[in-house]
């Protein structure tokens, strides 16, 4: 069972990445977001925490062993998901991640009691994690899209 979290763009399918990247850390230097850390078995993963991902290419290109290649970069499939600890979901008025959005691809629905639901339009989202750095709460997390949700938005 492969771990299937998100790594640089460009990187291959979760079990091909885990048998080709050596753990170089040349992904790691380039990176001029320095998003790209280590995971607990030495591969490349990102953390948006520390900010957003700009596509530049550069991880590619440093890339010596074909973990990451410009094909698979191409087919980035991660959309941001709101979690439960949303503040806006929980009464706290907060907009962060919609106003950190070049996309603009989140916008809040009123609800009851003072809420507000962030929805995230997946067909607009570039899956950057510029929300997530932004989020005061956390509460943003990265899936892939599914492949009938991208067939659907094609």
């Known amino acids: 069972h492969y771990e299937d979290v998100p790594r640089p763009p460009g990187a291959a399918e979760p079990h091909e990445f885990v048998r080709l990247c050596d753990g170089c850390g040349g992904c790691l230097t380039v990176c001029p977001e320095g998003i790209i850390r280590k995971d607990l078995k030495g591969l490349a ?13 550069d991880c590619v290109k440093a890339c010596p062993t ?67 750095a932004a989020c005061p709460a956390g509460a943003i997390e990265f899936a892939r899209m599914e492949t009938n949700e991208l067939e659907a938005t094609a």
Do not use: H, K, M, Y
């Open 45 to 57: 993963v990102l953390d948006f925490n520390s900010g957003a991902c700009s596509f530049c290419g």
């Open 66 to 132: 074909g973990a990451l290649t410009e094909e698979a970069r191409a087919s980035w499939n991660w959309v941001a998901r709101v979690q439960t600890g949303c503040l806006s979901l929980n009464a706290i008025a907060c907009r962060t991640c919609q106003d950190f959005c070049d996309e603009q691809a989140i916008r809040f629905r009123l609800e009851t009691a003072g809420r507000s639901r962030p929805l995230i339009d997946e067909a607009a989202c570039t899956g950057c994690g510029a929300c997530a």
